[in-house]
């Protein structure tokens, strides 16, 4: 499922705006009016990621964004009307992923928001080059992947869709999620795209496809990799 997305603004019409973008887009969307709010909702709540105006009442957006930093690496796009080169320099130099300027595009803010929680996948998918699950090894620097010691060939985006879901253990992926991260943000495609290479995936490493052991589905979500001993 996609994350849940915190919308930090006193201007309420912004923070509909950018709230109904979001919603037609899938997420699910927290809201706050002022600094000291976004404090306590991103503590408790933890969002997946935060959209922080610079000027805001009770605590400035810096200042938030230079304490929820300090005890979380949630990702943060800074959105303000101030435009100089030393206002956006300070805002990273604090942590923040990224920085929009008002006004904007809420289908820029889109694309951003996508942007930042890819670049975030891709760190956390950073790790072992190879991984072993029950008979199934795949080895992330030659692209390789075994199933009970023989090799089996995958197209590439047969290995990323892996790649994707095994690093990931348990987590759910939607078929949109996975169509953009497998195929990239620009590609024009359907959904189903992905259940068509799962598919062609479990051919190809499970005994029993109609009853996978890893790629397993989740009904009315998506698909979440489960080592086949545990699963």
């Not at 969002?47 to 949630?74: K, W, Y």
């Not at 072993?132 to 090799?151: K, Q």
């Not at 499970?206 to 489960?226: C, I, M, N, S």
Request: with cysteine.
């Amino acid at each position: 499922m996609k994350p849940t997305i915190l919308v930090v603004d006193d201007d309420r019409k912004t923070v509909d705006l950018i709230r109904l973008y979001l919603e037609k887009d899938g997420y699910r969307v927290l809201v706050a009016y002022d600094g000291r709010s976004a404090i306590d909702i991103a503590r408790v709540r933890r969002p997946g990621l935060i959209i922080l105006d610079l000027m805001l009442p009770q605590v400035a957006g810096l200042d938030v964004c230079r304490e929820l930093r300090a005890e979380s690496n949630v990702p943060i796009i800074m959105l303000t009307a101030k435009s100089t080169e030393d206002d956006k320099l300070i805002g990273l130099d604090l942590g923040a992923d990224d920085y929009v300027t008002k006004p904007f595009s809420p289908r820029e803010m889109v694309a951003r928001v996508r942007a930042v929680l890819r670049r975030g996948l891709a760190e956390e998918m950073s790790g072992p080059e190879l991984l072993l699950f029950d008979g199934l090894e795949v080895d992330f620097v030659r692209h390789e992947a075994r199933v009970d010691g023989d090799s089996v060939h995958l197209t590439p985006k047969e290995f990323t869709i892996r790649e994707i879901l095994i690093k990931q253990p348990g987590r759910v992926f939607s078929r949109l999620e996975l169509l953009e991260l497998a195929f990239g943000f620009d590609y024009q495609g359907f959904e189903r795209t992905v259940d068509v290479h799962v598919m062609n995936l479990r051919k190809k490493t499970e005994a029993d496809p109609a009853h996978p052991r890893y790629v397993q589905t989740v009904y009315g979500l998506g698909y979440k990799f489960e080592d086949g001993a545990n699963g």
